[in-house]
C-alpha cells in the first residue's frame, strides 16, 4: 500500500467538459488530490458549483464543490496541471506553467507535435516519455494526451502494426457531442443531425498516429510512415466515439490472428498494475451489432477500446469498428493514466 502523501493536482479548465471529467475521476484517487481548479477570467473568483454548467450524472464531488476557481496564473499550489483548456487558449498558458516548473498533462493540440513533447498512450508508447529530457522549460515538462479519436484508433492499430506492419488505413469516425465541449452540448446544433466536420479533426487523424507509433531512438522520434485517410462526423450520441475503420496490413494473416493479437496486447500499464489502467486495452466482441456506444463506453472503467466487426474488405485487407470514451480514455482518464506513468516513473519533480 502506498503511504506517501497524495501529490497535489490542479485543473485548468476545470468547468470544461474534460475539467468536469478530471474532477469526477480523481476523487479518492490513490495517489493525486486536486488542491486547485482554475478556468476563465469569467469563472475565477467564483465558488466551483455557481460558475460550472455541471452535465456528469455524478455529482460535483464534495471537496470541490464550494471551492473558488483560480485563473490560470503558474502560482498554484500543486506539483502537477490537468489542462483541459480551450486550445485557443492552452499553448501559452501551458508553456508558462511548464517554465514555471509545473509538470503538465495536456489535452489540448497546441503542443502535441512539438519534437520534444511526447504524445502519449501509455499502453503504446511509453518510451517517448523520456523524449522529456530534452526539454527547456526550467524544470518543468509538458507531456500531451492524443486526439480523443486518435487515441481508439492508435490503440487498435499498435497490435496489427507489431505483428503484421500496416501499409494503410482508412477511418470514418462517428463522434460524440461531449467531444465539442460544453458550447455544443449547449445548442441545439446536433439534434437530429449529423454534422460531416469537426475543425482540424481529420488532419490530427491523419498524423498524431503516426507520431504516437513511431520510433524513438534515444533522441528523436521517427514517425511512423503508412498513410491515413480520415473523415470525421459529429453525431447525436452524448458519449463514445465509434471508428469504421479499413487496413491494408503487410502480411497476409486470418481473421482469427488479428483477434489473437488485439487479445493478446497487454502493455506496461498492465504490467504495473497502474489505478487507472483497463485490465485489458482491447476487448474484442464477436456479436455482430457491437461495440456501441450505450452498451461498451464505459467497459474497464471507461479506459479500455471495443473492437468489433472485423471483417474482409474488397478494397483493403480487413475493416472493423472500434469505440472508446471520448472524456475518458480520449481526454481526462487517458491524462490521468499518463500521470501516473510518469509518477511510477519518478519524473514528477
Ligand atoms: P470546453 O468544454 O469548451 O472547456 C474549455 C475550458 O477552457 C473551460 O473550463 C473554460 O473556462 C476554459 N477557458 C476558455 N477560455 C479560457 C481562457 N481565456 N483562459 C482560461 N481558461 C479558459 O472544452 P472541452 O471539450 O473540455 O475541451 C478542452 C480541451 O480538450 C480542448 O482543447 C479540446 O480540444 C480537448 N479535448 C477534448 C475532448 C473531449 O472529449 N471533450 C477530448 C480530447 C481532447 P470557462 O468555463 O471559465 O470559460
Known sequence: MNTEPKIKVGILGATGSVGQKFISLLENHPWFEITEIAASKKSAGKKYNEAVNWVLSNPIPKSICEKIIKECKPNLECKIVFSGLDSSVAGEIEKDFAQNGYTVISNSKNHRMDEDVPLLIPEVNPDHLDIIKNQKYNGGAIITNPNCSAIGLTIALKPLMDNFGIESVNVVTMQAISGGGIDLMKSDSFKDNVIPFISGEEGKMETEPLKILGNF????????????????????????????VQVKLKK????????????????????????????NPIHYFDSENLPQPKLQKDIDKGMAVSIGRLRKDKLFDFKFVVLSHNTIRGAAGGAILCAELLYTKSLIK
Open 217 to 244: 531512438n534515444s533522441d528523436k522520434i521517427k514517425n511512423a510512415d503508412f498513410p491515413i485517410s480520415a473523415q470525421c462526423n459529429r453525431v447525436n450520441v452524448f458519449d463514445g466515439h465509434t471508428e469504421c
Open 252 to 279: 497476409k494473416v486470418s481473421s482469427e490472428k488479428i483477434i489473437e493479437a488485439w487479445q493478446n496486447f497487454n502493455a506496461l500499464p498492465q504490467r504495473l498494475a497502474l489505478p487507472s489502467a483497463p485490465e
